[in-house]
């Protein structure tokens, strides 16, 4: 049995939220980096150009790559092998306040959704544990802006909705997004489940690595065919106009009910940030 520490809880969260909100993904930055040279309309190119000096320029300067450095998401996997010895809810929470308060990231959250006072260190998280096999705690931050989580939507389908129903929802949500998720997208798409873990699975699928596709050739086509047609709607780097509209689209399935199909967009702008580390 390993036992897990509070300050190993709370050094690890901090040091991630700082991380994630300066790094991204080494898989999306090679995706933007890559970005221009796919984009036909000159301004569009330019504006990919500017990210891809704003990436360089956050990491040379030490500086979080956008002003809104989110609302902290916590992923934990939590091995059976493994004691915690704390409140293991208020760890984290300590960790993201440390996290933004000493990294100097801005805190963005409210203490209430029509009060609409700050809390002053950007807790509480969102924070969704699982229990797994082993004596590993792995942790995944994901602080996620609200430019673009505006803009996601979750569809209650009936199970005779097709494949193409699913595809046109995904297409339509960003199109009526627009500029709003500051373009190019990544796009979490979550199918099954029931109402609120469609969205869950949608949050995870922004978390998967843009390199990796779904294992299912079904899904992975439909990852394929949303893609394209996401970047024939001529939206554009920051809608501007132009080819790149989407750098990834990522699906997650999960089983449901008979009578339902659930599914989720979540939508990630081009700052789709997430860190992953085992303790």
Known sequence: MRVIKENDIINAVRDMCIEANKIIPASLENLINESPDKED??????ILCDIC???TAAREMDIPICQDTGMAVI???IGNEVYIDCDFEE???KGVSKGYLEGLLRCSVVSDPLERVNTGD???AIIHIKLTKGDK???TVAPKGFGSENMSAVKMFTPSATKEDIIKFAVDTVIKAGSNPCPPIVLGIGIGGDFEYSAILAKKALCRDVSVRNKKELYRNMEKQILAEINNTNIGPQGFGGKVTALAVNIEEYPTHIAGLPVAINVGCHVTRHIEREL
């Not at 309309?41 to 330019?46: H, I, P």
Request: aromatic share 4%; charged share 25%.
């Open 41 to 46: 309309n000159e301004l569009g190119k330019a």
């Open 53 to 55: 000096k704003n990436l």
């Open 75 to 77: 992923f934990a996997e």
């Open 91 to 93: 760890a984290v929470n």
């Open 122 to 124: 950007n807790t509480p």
């Open 137 to 139: 705690l792995k942790l």
